[in-house]
């Protein structure tokens, strides 16, 4: 199985909440089909449009989120993809970097998908694969404070939506549905 492969079958196991992203999973997947370079390899946009792995660790509707310091925002942690690294390694490595804490994955695959441009000196198109981890909601991790000012839980309801990842309101109303049906 080549790596391009293995991405595009990371990808088969989304199903997507929204016509978006259905979008977003028929663009990811012919990018990866097309023989792309899907990983950086030279920060922060070489080549333009690569793959991260972000993991919001959340706890039944609690959601934990850092003050990143580069960028401004509310998010949940992540990073990028390492060139021929499976997206779940990357993030039991940046969990254990950023977290300082082991990754306990709630579902065995990535349960959303986004493409977003990024804003900066240097903007380009992360095609983020989201995981999600469970935590323990009050229990804010030793967290790395050179990447977040702060982290903390909020209840889906009371995520600062202004101040985040434009996509984490529709992930997490995925993932409200989901507690819904189970």
Request: aromatic content about 10%.
């Amino acid at each position: 199985m080549t790596y391009a492969d293995m991405i595009d079958a990371e990808l088969g196991q989304i199903r997507p909440v929204d016509l978006l992203e259905f979008d977003h999973l028929t663009r990811a997947r012919d990018w990866v089909r097309s023989g792309a370079v899907l990983c950086r390899i030279a920060p922060p946009a070489t080549p333009p449009m690569h793959l991260v792995s972000y993991f919001p660790v959340i706890d039944q509707e609690y959601v934990l989120l850092g003050d990143h310091i580069s960028s401004g925002l509310w998010l949940p942690p992540g990073g990028h993809v390492e060139t021929g690294e499976d997206p779940r390694d990357t993030v039991i490595r940046e969990c254990a970097e950023e977290l300082r804490m082991s990754a306990r994955f709630v579902h065995p695959g990535p349960v959303f998908l986004t493409i977003a441009k990024t804003i900066g000196a240097n903007p380009h198109e992360d095609v983020s694969l989201w995981y999600t981890l469970q935590g323990q909601a009050g229990l804010v991790p030793d967290y790395d404070r050179r990447e977040y000012r702060r982290m903390r839980w909020f209840h889906f309801d009371d995520v600062p939506l202004d101040d985040t990842d434009p996509n984490l309101e529709r992930f997490l109303g995925k993932l409200s549905e989901r507690f819904v049906a189970a």
